[in-house]
């Protein structure tokens, strides 16, 4: 399976994939695609020999869809069977979403269905939640909602911020997004879950 990655900004997530993609892996990366030429992701990706591509979405201004048109591009070309939102931070009309469905995976740092959308991590501390995590799922035309193909917790502890338990989450989402995608590219939609 050939998998494009698409990023916004340091691509964290984006490495721990490329890099579980080895060996008797069912998948390999075949593009790294930013929506900023500033993401830190593009030279990490550059270091691995993956192809990298950016389609800056400020030109575009509020025109989702002419940026989309653009975006596609690069991952048609590269021949991708999976996309995977990993740290992109734009949101996705249904448009470009439904060419990819059933086939598109994203990470979001809270444990589904609670905190779609932004400051999951203070949200969750300001909830007094004991919990905490992150979540892959399929991409569908709703925000941070579709199938959900694996999860991973973590406590929150007293005196957390929301920087902690972010970069204690971050540590779980390096975990969990390769453990789901090896499946996923095996055709294997069994749910991952990691405590
Ligand atoms: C992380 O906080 C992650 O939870 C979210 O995007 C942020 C940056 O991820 N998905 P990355 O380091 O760019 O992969």
Known sequence: KRVALLISGG???????ADSM?????ARPVLVLANDPEA???AKAAARGIPVAVVDHRPFKGDRAAFE?????????????IVCLAGFMRVLTAGFVNRFAGRMLN?????????????THQRAIDAGDTKAGCTVHEVTPVLDDGP????ARVPVLPGD????????????????YPAVLRRYAAG????????
């Open 11 to 17: 691509g964290s997530n984006m490495v721990a994939l």
């Open 22 to 26: 080895t060996g008797d892996h069912p």
């Open 40 to 42: 830190g992701g593009l």
């Open 69 to 81: 048109a653009e975006l596609v591009k690069p991952i048609l070309a590269a021949g991708a069977d």
């Open 107 to 119: 990470i979001h740092p809270s444990l589904l269905p609670k905190y779609p959308g932004l400051h």
């Open 148 to 151: 959900i193909l694996g999860q």
């Open 161 to 176: 911020t929301a920087e902690i338990l972010a970069a204690r989450v971050l540590v779980q989402e390096h975990r969990l």
């Open 188 to 195: 294997d939609r069994t749910p991952v879950f990691l405590d």
